[in-house]
Structures are given as structure tokens and as C-alpha cells.
């Protein structure tokens, strides 16, 4: 959804700014982003968007299903957010993403390797 390298995305941070001040419209995260390959230019910030609903919600909503909830990149966002938000305070870590590493170390702290 992002178009970033599964390594950003990996060590995205779970600290964002809702541009869209939680006004009720469409929503707007801004999440900084380093890509250590781009040298001094590393650091970027990644608006993530919703789709307003007049776009996105078919004329008989009661077809909506799941699959069709987390459709945009603000929504997954915001749904690994909250899912992850007492792993991140289990390990007193800052990334979006949380996981368990069966070889040692913090799952927040570095990615486990295969």
C-alpha cells in the first residue's frame, strides 16, 4: 500500500501526527521514515490517507465486508497501532510493528531473521 521496501516498513516507528487534527474528516497520519540508502536525504515522512467514505462505500453498504475495512494504508495503520500498543509497552519499544523472536533478543528492538 505504501510502495516503501519491506525493511521500512519493518522498522516504521509507531509515532505518528494526525494532520487531520481528529477533526472527523478523512484521516491523515504522518509517520517519519528513515531509508539508510538514501544516504543525508534518509529521513522522510509518509502521509498515510483515508478514503473518504463517499468514495469508498458502495451505494448498498451492507456489502461491505472485512476484507474491504482496512482498504487504505491510515486504516491498517491504525489498526496495527492499537493492536500492537501493549506489545510496545511490554518491551518498551517504538516500532509500529512488535514481534517475538524465538532466537533471543526484543522483537521490537530488530527484526528476527528467517
Known amino acids: 500500500m505504501t510502495g516503501e521496501n519491506p525493511d521500512v516498513i519493518l522498522k ?13 474528516g478523512p484521516g491523515t497520519a504522518i509517520v517519519g521514515l528513515v531509508k539508510p540508502r538514501h544516504g543525508r536525504r534518509a529521513s522522510m515522512d509518509l502521509a498515510l490517507s483515508e478514503i ?12 461491505v465486508t472485512a476484507r474491504d475495512e482496512l482498504h487504505t494504508p491510515f486504516g ?5 497501532h ?33
Open 82 to 114: 492499537e493492536l500492537t500498543a501493549r506489545s510496545r509497552e511490554l518491551t518498551d519499544g517504538d516500532r509500529l510493528l512488535v514481534g517475538h523472536c524465538a532466537a533471543g533478543g526484543r522483537g521490537a528492538s530488530r527484526a528476527c531473521a528467517p
Open 12 to 24: 516504521t516507528p509507531a509515532v505518528h501526527h494526525r494532520a487531520d487534527g481528529y477533526t472527523g
Open 76 to 80: 491498517l495503520y491504525l489498526l496495527l
Open 52 to 63: 473518504p467514505d463517499w468514495i469508498s462505500i458502495p451505494a448498498k453498504p451492507e456489502e
